[in-house]
């Protein structure tokens, strides 16, 4: 009955309004009841596949059932903001914290890291290759006007871009300058295939490669690094959400076997793990 549950960001936009219904209730005779619980969540999540090894375990744990919206952590957290969602898992503290002091968001719990890199071809035309600095690596990319692909869509990895921005005081604009709307998977494929830079997390950088013409040019600033917490949607601002479900999802993120999957997630595949577990700090 469910077999597109896990929902990228290009569909996104069709289902926000039917993600506002009611959760519908089933029960079973001699059983528990079960219910959807809608996880609002970055597209990194999704796109590295960390959430198709960790939600089926959670169905099975608890019997709720799970529907993930991959967006922009601007939109995952608009969601919260209406009620649309039940838990939000996400990557721009800042503006987490706006929400949560905003009375949406509760429960807020941190629960991995990895970094973002500044990726582009081979080539390298700006000359960026091991900058130390993000900031000096994007100005030399503005006076070079080499082309750069921004998600352009208010996710947590845009938010990071445009403070990488700033802090190289250029504003990025003219024609070397391209928003996309994308999801991270969708941005560097674009970028891949015009030959431009892009930031994006490890994570999904690494899940990825194989299919891209792009490398990590710019790694290791301290101001790169992309911290991801999981929070509920309030019930008391928002009474219709599923509010056992989204503190059972937040408590099996911070649980110990599940901090021990993300430790161990893509060592075999990439000879490092795409994120690096937190619980607790």
């Given amino acids: ?19 506002a219904i009611s959760l519908v209730e089933i029960s079973i005779s001699g059983c528990a009841t079960k219910e959807d619980v809608i996880l609002a969540t970055t597209t990194s999540t999704l796109d590295t596949g960390l959430l198709e090894v960790l939600i089926p375990v959670f169905e099975k744990k608890t019997g709720y059932r799970v529907k993930a919206v991959g967006v922009g952590t601007g939109q995952a957290l608009e969601m919260g903001r209406r009620g649309e969602a039940d838990v939000l898992l996400v990557h721009a503290p800042e503006s987490e914290e706006q929400v949560v002091a905003e009375g949406h968001a509760t429960n807020r719990k941190r629960v991995m890291h990895n970094d973002f890199v500044i990726c582009g071809p081979q080539a390298d035309p700006a000359g960026i290759r091991g900058e130390k600095s993000a900031a000096q690596a994007f100005r030399k990319i503005a006076q070079s006007k080499s082309l750069f692909v921004s998600r352009g869509d208010d996710s947590g990895t845009h938010k990071k871009e445009l403070e990488v ?8 604009e003219g024609h070397w300058y391209q928003e996309c ?30 299919n891209l013409a792009l490398v990590i040019l710019v790694e290791g600033d301290r101001s790169l690094l992309n911290i991801y917490h999981v929070m509920q949607v309030n019930p008391e601002k928002h009474p219709k959400v599923n509010a056992k479900g989204g503190k059972a999802f937040v408590e099996f993120m911070v649980s110990e076997e599940v901090q021990k999957v993300i430790g161990g997630f893509g060592v075999k595949e990439y000879g490092q793990p795409l994120f690096f577990p937190d619980a607790g700090k």
Avoid: C, H
């Fill in 1 to 19: 009955m469910r077999k597109n549950r896990y929902i990228s960001a290009g569909l996104a936009g069709m289902l926000l309004a039917a993600l």
């Fill in 165 to 172: 921005w700033e802090e190289a005081g250029v504003k990025p």
């Fill in 181 to 210: 709307g994308s999801g991270m998977g969708q941005t560097l494929n674009i970028a891949s295939e015009k030959g431009a830079y892009v930031l994006s997390d490890r994570g999904t950088f690494l899940s990825l490669k194989k």
